[in-house]
DNA sequence: TTGTATGCGTTATCAA
DNA sequence: TTGATAACGCATACAA
């Protein structure tokens, strides 16, 4: 039992060939004969010599195979929305050609751990959200000379950004409501930003989260005077306790609600149920994003469905374009609008 | 525009300085004078120098600052349920004072992508779960003597563990449905294997999740006669599949569900609901987990509240304490019984 | 407080 | 098909 760790040039002393040798027994990259090959490796095997270390092989190669996803809340957090875990697969998926693994990176702006955005050995990093942090972490990024892609953000300049035709989508879903009829509509929205204030919207408001205030463009264009309420968070309990301020009024409920995220509208249908009112018959709700929310069977939510597991898969594939010296291609995804069993034409009074 | 990256030798030359002197101002390990420390530092932004690469870094330090969890799911699915998304939060908490960053991995036995458990350069590992494949995960780990931790599995001779009192706790909870006076009761299982099998499990049906089979163990204890029915997989849908299942005979409705998670518990209450029996007045509902089930208000589950922030925290700091050369302390960790109010004495017939 | 010297373990290049 | 050589970029022990 030796000490330390056997290197490769001691397996390959072992085996009684060069280190190159050993190496390219291990990389496969240039040919050898069988003979060395069973040599080299019974070597290793007699050593306990289990391949090369990561460290070095990343140094000389200039790469670590490793490409990061930073966060800007609380990891547990960000998968608890489904979108996200959706996300996070076909990223998985999209990195997958390059064969890197994900490493998951948080950058609050003020944990000074490391490895941090400045020190974690990425190849390119992806960077999810759209918080005006993320500006920040975008510069350190690129200070680093380290290729990547925002998903959903506004990146600005040059940048490969995987983007949603968010106002578009959620301006036809609202078209949808529209002309079933209904006049009466209230938009509960995500936070609108970082501090997350749950509550009503006055017009004048700034919306600094771009998703939040995309939907909601593409939602005003059609009810330009509906009210608007943003949630602190995107779960179906915000979306109850923004349910239960709606109906909680019966003088003032509206005819249908268009809700920014599945999750809220699967709250909101639960707090209109609470009141008792019947969905779609007394109450319409729309949600946004397509996921499938566990416990909100029987009702199948009209919504936009947006390609979550593509977004992270393009997201992928463009770190691993770039990677590669291709294109950079960004991509501008599209929802796809579904109509389900929560939404009919207004009650007729 | 040079071609390539500054190094830190190019960062001391610029200031006039020795590269390790350079090096001393960035780690900060050796106190500096302030007037080097300046020109050092003006040097590195002159010359766009960000930071010591990280490669060489720890290559050098024989540290790469990053822990591997090691799942053996899909990513996506793993982060569907809330204890993982809670435990991922504890870990990464855990393996903060190591200043960690976690690297997503997954071990399929399938794919061979790289970095794999064979490759990625980590210092330390963290399984998760409990299907016998993890069993060879562990060997890959163990053989680059990569210091590891198992969470709720079945690790073996020296691996230090974070357990949970699964058997004890789920005898308690039944114990309780025994003592409000149901004999009739359903047990609602977690997978009992990779097949992840839906239906009713035979008396003599090998468990092979270790998890499924403690929790049943304990069940058993108090009821050893008890139908069992084994969930695909841990959710809300799922839940109520076997819920419907089960209250779908009339004749042969039992007073009282143990379910070995929140989320089947809250599927079989929306069963129960849908058949028309009111919970816990017609029929008591037990969960395990302790999660908050979004969607789930106003029921609060009666369950058996497991840590699972602490369990990923523990794992955490059990790592961290390994790379520290202390004690690999394992812990064993034990959930709370919650009474909450889906369970009842049976109805009186 | 700063500088010198050395090697961490690999792999790419090129020549044999 | 194999081997010699030379980095990759840095951090540390030690001397000054």
């Excluded at 995987?162 to 938009?187: C, F, K, P, S, T």
């Excluded at 997350?196 to 919207?201: D, E, F, I, P």
Aim: aromatic share 2%; proline share 7%; charged share 20%.
């Amino acid at each position: 039992m030796s000490t330390r760790r056997a290197t490769i040039s001691d397996v390959a002393r072992e085996a009684g060939v060069s280190p190159s040798t050993a190496s390219v027994v291990f990389s496969g990259k240039t040919p050898t004969s069988e003979a060395t090959r069973a040599r080299v490796l019974a070597a290793a095997d007699a050593l306990g010599y289990t391949g090369p270390d990561p460290r070095a092989a990343s140094l000389r190669r200039g790469r670590s195979g490793i490409v990061g996803v930073v966060f800007d809340t609380h990891l547990g957090t960000a998968f608890l929305d489904p979108v996200t875990t959706h996300m996070m697969d076909g990223l998985a998926d999209g990195v997958s050609r390059l064969g890197a693994a994900l490493l998951l990176l948080r950058d609050d702006g003020e944990t000074v751990s490391e490895p941090s955005l400045h020190t974690a050995p990425i190849d390119a990093a992806v960077l999810i959200g759209c918080s005006p942090r993320m500006r920040d972490s975008l510069e350190i990024v690129r200070g680093r000379g380290i290729p990547v892609v925002v998903v959903e953000g506004d990146a600005g300049e040059g940048v490969p950004q995987v983007l949603l035709d968010n106002a578009e989508a959620q301006r036809a879903a609202a078209q949808h409501v529209a002309d079933l009829g209904h006049r009466d509509v209230v938009i509960v929205t995500l936070p609108i930003d970082t501090s997350r204030r749950r509550g009503w919207v006055t017009a004048d408001e700034p919306v600094r989260v771009d998703v939040t205030a995309d939907r909601l463009a593409g939602a005003r264009e059609v009810f330009p005077r509906a009210p608007v309420l943003a949630a602190a968070t995107s779960s179906i309990d915000e979306g109850a306790i923004a349910g239960r301020t709606i109906f909680g009024d019966p003088s003032r409920r509206p005819t249908a609600v268009i809700a920014q995220s599945d999750l809220l509208a699967a709250g909101v249908i639960r707090a209109a149920e609470e009141a008792g009112l019947r969905v779609p018959h007394d109450v319409s709700v729309t949600g946004f994003d397509g996921v499938v929310v566990d416990g909100l069977a029987p009702h199948v939510l009209t919504t936009l469905v947006q390609p979550a597991t593509a977004k992270g898969r393009a997201a992928g594939e463009a770190v691993a374009a770039m990677l590669e010296d291709d294109e950079p291609s960004g991509l501008d995804l599209t929802c796809t609008f579904r109509v389900g069993t929560t939404t009919a034409p207004p009650p007729t009074t």
